[in-house]
């Protein structure tokens, strides 16, 4: 398949090309080896739509506003026409799928099987994995949804997203979500093998974690301790895994949090020196990655005793 290139987006045309995959598609394959923290992708949204008030309708009218050569891309792309999508067109337009005309079919499958909010012409063509190489993020700075990869990639392998917010859930629970999306994963952490139920062992343990800190409410102590623990054992159990997309962020960013209101400053900077994993994940071009940097920078200042950290800082903490 060959892609058009009068679209906005870039890519590191020297480390990887779209390529036709037997079963999968176009994916996008590493030409060269690829060291983690690169932006493979970078590009505006092909089709845009306000996520606050998303519709049907909408996302066919934001397709007639496209101009042609958009246009034409965005019909390359695979879509996919769940059962789901056909009662929410009877819901939304009031009309069955068969009613519809051929090319709002079209535009609905195809925003079904692509849209991470918004539609991403090249990111669209990333495959998923539940061991995802590589994130995307939109950055403010840019203007762009960005595309970096998170761990090193060999020449040949395949550049892949998570599709859905799947890190701390078990293989059943993410291929309900995939469903939708028209496809049975076979990423290695679903594969019907010894190791890939070994796999599955830890998402079952990430995803009873999960549920504890959602439930919990860490105010004393004791429940704070408990927290701690929770975290320290996710972000272990995500590292081991090879999960070092934001997730594992996330849980670096609860351990510091926990710390700070355990009042060990010391262990709260060991944590958030971590949160800098964001930096292969979201690029140091990133607003919110610069603030996590002068942070850290602040908390060490705190520990060697020259200067208190700032309100601003520990709200950004408590803030969660
Ligand atoms: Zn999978």
């Known amino acids: 398949m060959r892609l058009r290139r009068e679209t906005q987006g870039k890519h590191a045309d020297h480390l990887i090309e779209f390529k036709e995959l037997p079963q999968k598609g176009v994916g996008?394959?590493?030409?060269?080896?690829?060291?983690?923290?690169?932006?493979?992708?970078?590009?505006?949204?092909?089709?845009?739509v306000d996520l606050e008030t998303v519709t049907?309708?909408?996302?066919?009218?934001?397709?007639?506003?496209?101009?042609?050569?958009q246009q034409e891309s965005y019909l390359q792309l695979h879509g996919y026409d769940s059962d789901l999508l056909?009662?929410?067109?009877?819901?939304?337009?009031?009309?069955?799928?068969?009613?519809l005309p051929e090319l709002h079919r079209?535009?609905?499958?195809?925003?079904?099987?692509?849209?991470?909010?918004?539609?991403?012409?090249?990111?669209?063509?990333?495959?998923h994995s539940c061991i995802p190489n590589a994130t995307l993020a939109y950055n403010e700075s840019l203007k762009e949804e960005a595309f970096d990869v998170i761990r090193d990639i060999m020449a040949g392998e395949e550049l892949t997203v998570m599709y859905i917010d799947g890190i701390n859930r078990t293989q059943s629970?993410?291929?309900?979500?995939?469903?939708?999306?028209?496809?049975q994963c076979t990423c290695p952490a679903c594969e019907d093998t010894a190791q890939g139920r070994q796999r599955d062992k830890k998402r079952a343990e990430l995803f009873?974690?999960?549920?504890?800190?959602?439930?919990?409410h860490f105010h004393t102590e004791g429940?704070?301790?408990?927290?701690?623990?929770?975290?320290?054992?996710?972000?272990?159990?995500?590292k081991s895994e090879g999960l070092v997309n934001r997730q594992l962020r996330i849980s670096y960013y609860d351990a510091a949090r926990y710390c700070l209101e355990l009042k060990e400053h010391r262990m709260a900077l060991l944590w958030a020196e971590k949160v800098e994993v964001d930096l292969y994940c979201v690029g140091e071009d990133y607003p919110e990655y610069k603030k996590?940097?002068?942070?850290?920078?602040?908390?060490?200042?705190?520990?060697h005793g020259s200067k208190p950290l700032s309100e601003s800082s520990l709200e950004w903490f408590m803030r969660g």
């Open 86 to 99: 056909k009662v929410a067109v009877k819901y939304d337009i009031g009309k069955s799928w068969q009613e």
């Open 208 to 216: 009873i974690l999960d549920q504890k800190l959602a439930k919990a």
């Open 56 to 69: 049907l309708k909408n996302i066919v009218s934001a397709s007639e506003r496209l101009l042609p050569s």
């Open 292 to 303: 996590v940097l002068l942070i850290v920078e602040e908390m060490r200042n705190a520990v």
């Open 106 to 127: 079209k535009v609905l499958s195809i925003y079904a099987a692509n849209a991470f909010g918004c539609v991403f012409f090249l990111g669209s063509h990333i495959n």
């Open 173 to 183: 629970q993410r291929q309900a979500e995939l469903d939708k999306w028209g496809f």
């Open 28 to 48: 996008v394959i590493a030409k060269a080896n690829i060291p983690r923290g690169t932006r493979v992708i970078s590009e505006q949204a092909l089709l845009e």
């Open 223 to 238: 429940s704070c301790r408990r927290g701690l623990q929770i975290v320290q054992r996710m972000a272990a159990i995500q």
